[in-house]
Every structure is written in structure tokens, then in C-alpha cells.
């Protein structure tokens, strides 16, 4: 009976290994599956990120990542930089400078899929903002963005406020980009 209950716990322990290890193998396969799709994908994610705890609103002052008021309007005027709405969507129907998406930093997942296949160029200028000087969500879209792989991002400090308060061009309704 001992005997028994010795090649029944050995047999269980066998199938316990090999099972094991047919996990480990389609985990394996499973993730050079996906780094092989992220690798040929035209706007692939970086597989190696740097993440930091720094607080958001300093990048822009110390990364020399803002833009001024004149760097924002000659790049609007030329057509030089994607523009992004930090804002709620709300927000951005009401007013935005004309061809922004809106990319609205917390709900950015609903968002996303939209914005990498109009902006599928991770090294184009992309220029965020939101309300204003009091405003981070710019600085903090910016920084995602930066994470997400896009190497040339900035922040329009004045944002929408500054903007409006000079009277540059506005648009207001849905579309994205337009």
C-alpha cells in the first residue's frame, strides 16, 4: 500500500513538472510573439522605458521642454508641430487652437488608439497644453507621451488661456486634427 502511495505522489509530481513547464513554454511563445509584433508594428512601443517619480510640472521648466507664446504661434502658423489638448473633452469642444486633438490627460485611454493612427510618427514635434500657467495636465500629457515613445514632445506653458488672450485662431466643435 506504501508503495502505492509512493508512484501515485511520484506520477503527480511528474505531471505537476510537465505541466510546469508547458506553461513556462506558451508564456515564453507568448511574449516573442508580442515583442515580434510590437518590433514589425509601424508605431511599436518602446519594449525598454525609463520611468521616473519626478514630479511633472518640473520637467518642462528643467527639461527644456516649454514652449513660449511666439514658439507656439509660428509653429501653428507653419504647420510645424501636432498640436495636443490636455483637456476634457468638454473643454476642448468649446474652444481649441484649430487642428488639435484632444488627448485628455486621466480618460487618455479612450483616446489613445485614435491618436497613434493620425500621429503614428513617434520623433514628430508634438506640442501639449491645457488652461494655463496653473494648469499641469499639459506637463503630465507631455510626459506620457514621452513614455509612450514620443521623442519630441513640448509644452505650451500659456496654454488655452494665453492663447485665447491674444486672440490667435479658435475652433470649436469635435473633430480632432481639423
Same mark, same amino acid.
Given at each position: ?5 509512493a508512484e501515485s505522489s511520484h506520477a503527480g509530481i511528474r505531471g505537476l513538472t510537465i505541466a510546469l513547464a508547458q506553461a513556462s513554454g506558451l508564456l ?20 525598454? !522605458? !525609463?520611468?521616473?517619480? /519626478? ?8 527639461? %527644456?521642454? #516649454? ?18 489638448? /490636455? ?18 490627460? %486621466? ?10 493612427? /493620425?500621429?503614428?510618427? !513617434? ?12 494648469? !499641469? ?20 506653458? %500659456? ?18 486634427? #481639423?
Amino acid at each position: 500500500m506504501m508503495k502505492e502511495d509512493a508512484e501515485s505522489s511520484h506520477a503527480g509530481i511528474r505531471g505537476l513538472t510537465i505541466a510546469l513547464a508547458q506553461a513556462s513554454g506558451l508564456l515564453i511563445l507568448s511574449a516573442a510573439v508580442a515583442l515580434l509584433f510590437n518590433h514589425v508594428r509601424p508605431n511599436g512601443l518602446p519594449v525598454i !522605458t !525609463t520611468v521616473t517619480n /519626478a514630479p511633472q510640472q518640473n520637467m518642462a521648466a528643467s527639461g %527644456g521642454m #516649454s514652449v513660449t507664446l511666439q514658439e507656439a504661434i509660428s509653429l501653428y502658423k507653419k504647420g510645424g508641430a501636432v498640436f495636443v489638448d /490636455a483637456r476634457g473633452p468638454e473643454a476642448y469642444r468649446a474652444g481649441h487652437i484649430p487642428g488639435a486633438f484632444n488627448l485628455p490627460f %486621466g480618460r487618455e485611454d479612450d483616446f489613445l488608439e485614435h491618436f497613434f493612427k /493620425a500621429v503614428p510618427d !513617434t520623433k514628430a514635434l508634438i506640442v501639449t497644453y491645457c488652461d494655463g500657467n496653473g494648469c !499641469t495636465l499639459g506637463e503630465e500629457l507631455a510626459g506620457m507621451l514621452k513614455g509612450l515613445g514620443y521623442e519630441n514632445v513640448r509644452v505650451f506653458e %500659456g496654454g488655452w488661456a494665453q492663447w485665447q488672450k491674444h486672440k490667435y485662431p479658435v475652433k470649436s466643435g469635435e473633430k480632432d486634427g #481639423s
